[in-house]
């Protein structure tokens, strides 16, 4: 079993950057491609960002490319989500999520990812 929890959420304003992070514990996480989504009230929740078991590969949403960056640590079992230029429209719950050699044609589908953290709030003042 892998745990995941977020952290780094909070009330920022529009413009501003946040960093969130998520800790992964119960197994190494190396061998696991790591996402992020997120949820707005009232709306489904979307890929926000993935990256691949090395590092070398980080797939994001349109609405974040250029923004956003995501990144990690294996040794640490650790992922980050840089978020600058933050927007009202990325207030949201950030969720961190986990995939055991998940393929790559699969890292934007939630319904994908076994493990998830319980996550953590973002929202963003105009």
């Known amino acids: 079993q892998v745990q995941l929890v977020e952290s780094g959420g909070g009330l920022v304003q529009a413009g501003g950057p946040l960093r969130l992070s998520c800790a992964a514990s119960g197994r190494s996480v190396s061998n696991y491609v790591m996402g992020w989504f997120r949820q707005a009230p009232g709306k489904e929740r979307e890929f926000v960002a993935a990256i691949s078991y090395s590092g070398a590969d980080a797939h994001y949403a349109d609405s974040v490319k250029g923004r956003f960056t995501m990144s990690r640590d294996n040794a640490k079992d650790t992922v980050d989500l840089q978020m600058n230029s933050l927007k009202p429209a990325d207030t949201a719950v950030y969720y961190c999520?986990?995939?055991?050699?998940?393929?790559?044609?699969?890292?934007?589908?939630?319904?994908?990812?076994?493990?998830w953290g319980r996550g953590t709030q973002v929202t963003v003042s105009s």
């Open positions: 999520a986990a995939d055991y050699l998940l393929a790559s044609v699969y890292i934007r589908m939630a319904d994908k990812y076994d493990y």
